[in-house]
């Protein structure tokens, strides 16, 4: 299990976070009870099993919902 942090551009609207959420936890992999949308620090964080799913495909997802992902730090759980 690994831990990420996403950063992301700045959220506008709190409707963002839930759709982000949503996708996130859609995936295969994330461990869906540590998906964290922070919208004043326009970040997600999130546990995942990185035998399961790379950090490159849940930037893809968030990606896809048109929100530019700056950059991710990944760590050991």
């Known amino acids: ?11 506008s609207c709190p409707s963002c976070m839930q759709k982000i959420e ?5 995936l295969n992999g994330i461990n869906q009870d540590s998906v964290k949308v922070l919208f004043n620090a326009s970040k997600v964080k999130v546990d995942f099993h990185s035998d399961v799913i790379a950090i490159n495909e849940i930037e893809k997802a ?16």
């Not at 299990?1 to 959220?11: F, G, P, V």
């Not at 929100?67 to 990944?74: A, E, G, N, P, Q």
């Open 62 to 77: 968030i990606e896809d919902l048109g929100y530019s992902v700056l950059k991710s730090k990944v760590k050991p759980a």
């Open 22 to 26: 949503n996708a996130v936890k859609s």
């Open 1 to 11: 299990m690994e831990k990420a942090t996403i950063q992301l551009e700045t959220l």
